[in-house]
């Protein structure tokens, strides 16, 4: 096969006994996609049918509905031809699940990182009505050392739709209790999931061991797991409670909210993980959140924002940019304070949240630096470069304007205020 639809075949990733998976161009756009073609055997067999082709409809119907960094993007589906496919964002990598093996486990810093963004991505998820209901290591994608993305939405719920969801999906190992006994179900049956998920990344086992599903669910249903410690000493309790929490059985003792499972990943991360001279996207995140500059832009914006940009750490007195000198990036305080100085005299202090360059980004390719910035502190910094920014999404460039369009009302503001108290001290002295 060299052709589906308009997508041209480039090779074979992967065969199911649903679907098999390629390689594809969009001759269009130049834009390589994963293309899953699925087998029309299955869906003409009237024993599974049904349920298969339920199953393949929910995912479809989440096409361009998702736009998450961590989540797969679904682009297209045709689902009533000779030919059924759907045409995905292609991601060059591979699944969790070999990191699930004893003797391919990661470390606790780079796990916490990786379920930090399957939280986002799982909150993001359920702002859009959307339960996965299938949360386990093949479904996240992996590429690089921590770049996540959360595949096969088939098995999701999805909020307002109204044809009845397929029951008994999903991999018995990782479903929670209420999912077991097909009650209705909410974010935090993913949140049971994920906490399984990793477990399993964490010690190289599930949490129940079975010779078979019967016995696998009654163990889901009435038996407490050994913490992971249990299996790896090095892992502290307070990695231990976070895992326990997420899987606890009882919804009222079980992690209410994402926010609360990833604040507390991101504490682990803090106290407890060696510090690295490349500081864990989780605490970029959460720093870009503290952080005023950034107060309208959304988690999609901000994992936008982590991509583009360049993160730096500037010793004292050290000159930034230079009064004169050509430039286009721009800069945001993450934390100390710099003094803008113009012909050697100070005109102001910038701190945490304050950014700086922007005039000549502002101005153009042409635009020249009009002070000094010079650190007044150990400073670091997020530096981005306009074209990467001319890169980025419609809605990242919008809120990087209305920032500084913020920034730049204020400093009027300001600057008048002074201009104000300057006439009137004049005006006293006459």
Not at 278 to 298: A, G, H, P, Q, V
Request: hydrophobic letters at 35%; a negative charge; one cysteine or more.
């Amino acid at each position: 096969m060299d052709k589906v639809g308009k997508y041209e075949i480039v090779r074979q990733l992967g065969h199911g006994a649903t679907s098999t998976v390629y390689l594809a161009l969009d001759p269009f756009s130049q834009q390589q996609v994963a293309l899953k073609v699925f087998n029309l055997d299955i869906l003409h067999d009237t024993s599974r049918s049904k349920a298969h082709r339920k199953l393949l409809l929910t995912e479809a119907s989440l096409a361009g509905k998702l736009s998450h960094p961590h989540i797969v993007k679904i682009y297209d589906a045709v689902m009533d031809s000779d030919v059924n496919y759907m045409v995905m964002e292609y991601v060059e990598g591979e699944t969790l699940e070999k990191y699930g093996e004893v003797d391919h486990l990661m470390d606790l810093g780079r796990i916490a990182e990786i379920i930090y963004k399957c939280c986002k991505a799982l909150e993001y998820a359920q702002t859009q009505g959307v339960t996965h209901r299938d949360i386990k290591p093949a479904n996240i994608l992996i590429s690089g050392e921590s770049d996540i993305k959360i595949s096969d939405f088939g098995a999701a719920v999805i909020d307002n739709q109204q044809s009845t969801q397929v029951s008994g999906v999903g991999s018995p190992a990782y479903m929670s209790p209420e999912q077991i006994k097909e009650q209705p179900l909410t974010h935090q049956t993913d949140i049971y999931s994920l906490g399984v998920t990793m477990y399993r990344l964490l010690t190289g086992k599930l949490p129940f061991e079975a010779a078979n599903s019967y016995s696998m669910i009654y163990q889901i249903m009435n038996i407490d797991p050994p913490p992971p410690s249990t299996y790896r000493p090095e892992i502290p309790p307070e990695l231990d409670a976070i895992v326990q929490r997420a899987m606890c059985k009882d919804l009222q003792h079980r992690y209410q909210t994402w926010e609360e499972f990833a604040r507390d990943l991101v504490a682990f991360i803090t106290h407890n993980v060696p510090q690295h001279e490349e500081i864990y996207d989780t605490e970029k995140f959460d720093t870009l959140r503290d952080l005023s500059f950034f107060k309208n832009f959304s988690d999609v914006e901000l994992w936008e924002v982590l991509r583009i940009s360049e993160w730096h750490k500037i010793p004292k007195n050290e000159s930034i940019v230079h009064e004169g000198e050509e430039g286009v990036n721009f800069y945001i305080i993450v934390t100390g304070s710099v003094r803008v100085v113009k012909q050697g005299r100070l005109l102001s202090m910038l701190h945490r949240g304050d950014c700086f360059g922007e005039m000549a980004h502002l101005a153009g390719k042409e635009g020249r630096r009009s002070t000094d910035v010079i650190s007044k502190t150990e400073v670091s910094l997020i530096e981005v470069d306009p074209d990467v920014l001319s890169r980025a999404s419609a809605n990242c460039r919008y809120q990087f304007s209305e920032a500084f369009l913020g920034t730049l009302v204020r400093r009027l503001s300001m600057a008048n205020t002074r201009i104000s108290r300057l006439l009137s001290d004049h005006a006293d002295e006459q």
